[in-house]
């Protein structure tokens, strides 16, 4: 058959009466079969997506085309809800997804923990509430496996303020994953420097305004359990005995 001779559409002679047409597996599409194939042969069609009438995955099925791989993510939506026509390369769309975010967000199928997330054991979802962005986590403390300090260190999470008070001890000593502030206990153990450098009346609590005269260091008298019960050092007195007895 020489098709050069031909005029009008194939479809005007391949109907499957006057010569062969489409097959009872055809993808669903419109009936200009010159759209995809030549007059040499039917195979190796180029294929023009535009005209097809139906959803993907009635092609895409994994026999008459390419379909979902064994590693892709447990979805319930249509190919086309995220993918294009051009490329497989996807606008995801999270509405459809079934499982768990780490199903796919795992460093394979999608991105996963940077190297640089903190130690945790909570699903992505647990403090990521955004299909949109990773930023703006709503954090859930209790997946943590790790102290305070390795994600608290200044530069994941807010860490130790400037005017903090010096010390070697863990956050989690003194403080909650709930808030900064109250501390629920300090550790005095940790805390580096003299009394003074954090009970000078700023960061905590220091001399009474009816505090006795004195040159001494607090830890000359009192202890870190308590102010009251001073062992009493009175060489450090600057005043007469009649200005405190």
Do not use: Y
């Not at 939506?77 to 999270?94: I, L």
């Not at 647990?126 to 709503?138: E, F, G, L, Q, R």
């Not at 009970?199 to 505090?211: V, Y």
């Not at 260091?217 to 005043?239: L, M, P």
Request: charged share 10%; hydrophobic share 20%.
């Amino acid at each position: 058959m020489d098709h050069s001779a031909t005029s009008g559409s194939c479809v005007q002679c391949h109907n499957n009466t006057i010569s062969v047409g489409k097959s009872a597996t055809h993808v669903a599409s419109s009936d200009n079969c010159e759209n995809c194939h030549t007059t040499n042969n039917w195979n190796a069609a180029q294929f023009d997506h535009s005209n097809i009438t139906s959803g993907c995955s009635q092609c895409h099925n994994g026999q008459i085309a390419g379909g979902k791989p064994s590693n892709h993510i447990p979805s319930d939506t249509k190919c086309e809800t995220c993918h294009a026509t051009n490329t497989w390369q996807t606008t995801f769309d999270h509405s459809t997804t079934t499982d768990s975010c780490n199903t796919c967000h795992n460093g394979s199928s999608a991105t996963g923990k940077g190297p640089n997330h903190i130690d945790s054991s909570n699903q992505c979802e647990d403090c990521h509430n955004s299909t949109n962005s990773w930023a703006d986590a709503a954090f859930d403390h209790s997946g943590i496996t790790d102290n305070c300090s390795s994600c608290h260190n200044g530069t994941q999470a807010t860490g130790l303020s400037a005017d903090h008070i010096a010390t070697n001890g863990v956050c989690e000593a003194c403080h909650t994953p709930t808030s900064w502030s109250p501390v629920t206990r300090v550790d005095h153990s940790a805390v580096q420097g003299t009394c003074l450098s954090c009970h000078n009346g700023n960061t905590a609590t220091g001399k009474g305004s009816n505090h006795i005269a004195s040159s001494n260091q607090c830890e000359d008298c009192h202890s870190t359990n308590s102010w009251s019960g001073a062992v009493f050092d009175h060489t450090g007195i600057t005043d007469n005995c009649s200005s405190c007895h």
